[in-house]
């Protein structure tokens, strides 16, 4: 058997080329925030995850182009051995006081964060424990480590303290579980999850990678709900709201110091470039200077919500600016993809098996820079495909 054979019979993504409803990888010529541009055909984005609306921000873009300048393009080795800069440092500084914890450690990306924090403290011994819609980041996170994970049913209380129950006494625990999950747009319970954890001697991460920049006035979903000094560890990345690339964690000095010398995906490899991070900071402040930012994309959210409702969508558990429109068939969802994109509208078609078959869907997500005549006109043209293709 060739190890080749599974690639020449994977057929299904040029099936959906050739009949021209392929909706992924597609090469943007322009990326203005609001809207992008595909071939000369002008969208507005309602699929990206730039929630503050900050990647075209004068500020940020300055620095990010003030550290080329002065830093060059990469610093060529990783933070372990000579990729560290007083920049990557002062980062992690202010990151750890915006969300409240001792100290912070700055990854390439989010998706490192988790892969190398998760499989260095979940050990032999240990069990992981995640809610069943974690990030995949998270769930190979803790298959890179050494111990045991268990999984409850998503944002089910009851078997998740009853997952807690049998498990055995000795090795430590970690529940590992997202703050905003970012395809249906709802909370993790927090505020019931977090007792239980420390009911049963379980430390607790949340992954809060789209909720920060946009929950808890900014400080993320663990501040909405104001469990701060109870969460272990939080991490976030700068792909969202901080409109860079990267990521961090933050908590204990000692947990923190610990991941940095055992964390794989960090010590080998290269460390974000300095206009990354320095982009990222300027995001930070932003953030500070411009709180308005923050309330206008959480009422943004809010009347989409509302406006997808009273047109006859199912919008799920959804309550933040991440607003799923849930079909429930592959073929339909791609058909409504097809007909939004035609008639301007950027969303993300999300299809069995990356949700469970019935919650096909499409994701849409909200910008803080969105104008409202933008905003009706994306309902407006929903409206027209979800009443063309018998959804509403």
């Known amino acids: 058997m060739d190890i080749f054979d599974k690639c020449f019979s994977f057929t299904a993504a040029k099936d959906a080329m050739a009949y021209g409803i392929y909706p992924y990888f597609i090469p943007l010529t322009e990326n203005e925030g609001n809207e992008v541009e595909f071939k000369g055909h002008r969208l507005i984005m309602c699929g990206s995850n730039n929630y503050l609306g900050l990647t075209t921000h004068p500020k940020v873009r300055e620095a990010a182009c ?41 990854f390439s990306t989010g998706m490192q964060v988790n892969l190398g924090s998760v499989s260095a403290l979940v050990g032999r011994n240990d069990v992981v424990i995640l809610d069943k819609d974690d990030h995949a980041s998270i769930v190979d996170g803790a298959r890179l480590g050494y111990g045991k994970i268990e999984r409850y049913r998503h ?14 006494d000795e090795g430590g625990r970690l529940l590992v579980v997202d703050g905003l999950f970012s395809m249906e747009g709802d ?40 469990l701060t000094k109870d969460v272990d560890l939080i991490m976030s990345t700068f792909s969202k709201s ?9 908590g204990d000095e000692g947990v923190i110091h610990y991941i940095k010398h055992h964390a ?4 080998f490899s290269a460390s974000i470039p300095p206009s990354n991070a320095a982009a990222a900071l300027a995001a930070l402040q932003v953030m500070r200077d411009e709180p308005e930012r923050i309330a206008r994309v959480i009422s943004i959210g809010d009347k989409m919500r509302k406006g997808f409702k009273s047109l006859g969508f199912e919008i799920g558990e959804s309550v933040t600016p991440v607003v799923p429109i849930i079909i429930g068939d592959n073929d339909k969802t791609f058909l409504f993809w097809k007909l939004l994109f035609d008639a301007g509208v950027f969303v993300n078609p999300v299809i069995s098996p990356a949700v469970a078959a019935g919650r096909q869907l499409l994701r849409t997500s909200y910008m803080a820079t969105h104008t409202d005549e933008e905003l009706d006109k994306v309902l407006t043209i929903f409206e027209q495909v979800g009443k063309q293709i018998g959804v509403i």
């Not at 944002?155 to 055995?168: G, I, Y």
């Not at 794989?264 to 010590?267: K, Q, V, Y």
């Open 187 to 226: 909370l993790a319970k927090l505020d019931e999850l977090v007792p239980i954890a420390k009911k049963y001697n379980t430390r607790i991460m949340v992954d809060d990678a789209h909720g920060m920049g946009v929950m808890g006035k900014g400080h993320g979903t663990v501040a909405e709900f104001g």
């Open 155 to 168: 944002n089910d209380v009851t078997h998740f303290e009853r997952v807690l129950k049998s498990l055995p």
């Open 264 to 267: 794989r995906s960090l010590i």
């Open 66 to 106: 003030a550290a080329t300048d002065r830093y060059g393009t990469s610093c060529t080795g990783s933070r372990f051995l000579n990729g560290t800069l007083e920049l990557h440092e002062r980062l992690e500084s202010e990151l750890a006081e915006w969300v409240g914890k001792e100290a912070g450690l700055v």
């Open 242 to 250: 901080f409109a860079s690339l990267g990521g961090f964690v933050a």
